[in-house]
């Protein structure tokens, strides 16, 4: 049995007025549910508010990640967070090679493999976004557009890497649009992906956890996180709403034991 993982991605939101009072919404209502050992739940702000979240989310029950890192530890890279730095100031978790900073900040499927590797050797957990565009669903691409976004990762990293990681299937076309996968389509996806990973290794492919992303809500966690490959939520816009966030917090906490 997987431990179903949910994890907010801020994105380029927040204040310290905002973080405090959504970040206190969410434990205060975390605490007083007592099924919520039974999931991990994350939230991902900009990374300049990662002390601050770091210092509210003082009960263990709610991690801290970095939307991104460099591929580099140190050195002549203005602008640049390396992944030691993000788990110095607390973070946990490092979201890599979301789609729109592959789309927006050219992060190719070699960049993302490079920071995968620096990730994992600075102790952060790498949160591994996959997914297809419009697009290129329309033209049936989209198991051979993941495939390579995964094999390059695989070829980085070796399989075993995998057992300190987490994939995020997000199809591009679902982030903030509304329009989510549908169960079925999201679960022959991440059938895919596991699929995949057991090519090379049956028992890391049974155990990694494989989140869904893309509009997911309150209204329809449920029905997605009841497929049999849908581990957890990458969440973005309802993250920003602490009763949303929680509601599908409840819905993953719901899935264990049934
Ligand atoms: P939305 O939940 O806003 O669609 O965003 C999903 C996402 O990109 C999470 O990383």
New binding site residues.
């Given amino acids: 049995m997987r431990k179903p993982i949910v994890v907010g ?1 801020w ?1 380029l939101n927040g204040s310290h007025a905002d973080n405090e009072s959504l970040v206190t919404g969410v434990l205060s209502e975390m605490a007083d549910m007592a099924d919520m050992a039974a999931i991990d739940v994350a939230v991902c702000p900009p990374f300049v508010f990662i002390p601050q979240v770091e210092g509210l989310a003082t009960s263990m029950s709610l991690g801290v990640g970095g939307q991104n890192c460099s591929e580099h530890d140190s050195g002549a890279f203005t602008g640049e967070v390396a992944p030691g730095m993000l788990f110095d100031v607390g973070a946990r978790y490092v ?1 890599l090679g ?3 900073r592959r789309a927006m900040y050219g992060e190719t499927n070699e960049i993302v493999s490079a920071k995968v590797k620096a990730a994992l050797a600075a102790g952060l957990t790498p949160i591994l ?1 996959v997914g297809e565009t419009l697009e290129e669903r329309e033209s049936d691409q989209t198991e051979a557009v993941v495939r390579q976004q995964l094999a390059a990762v695989i070829a980085g990293n070796g399989i075993a890497a995998f057992e300190r990681m987490v994939i ?1 299937y ?1 199809p591009v076309w ?5 329009r989510t996968a549908s169960p079925e389509q999201a679960q022959e996806v991440h059938a895919f992906i596991r699929g995949q990973l057991a090519d090379h290794d049956a028992s890391v492919a049974q155990s990694v956890r494989i989140q869904y ?5 309150p209204a329809n966690a449920a029905e997605l996180l009841a497929q049999p490959d849908i581990d957890g939520g ?6 920003l709403k602490a009763e949303d966030f929680l509601g599908i917090c409840r819905a993953a906490a719901d899935t264990v034991g049934n």
Avoid: R, V
Wanted: aromatic share 0%; proline share 0%.
């Fill in positions: 991605n994105k979201i979301h789609s729109e976004c995020a997000e679902a982030i903030g649009t509304g992303g893309g509009s997911m809500k990458l969440i973005g816009g309802a993250s």
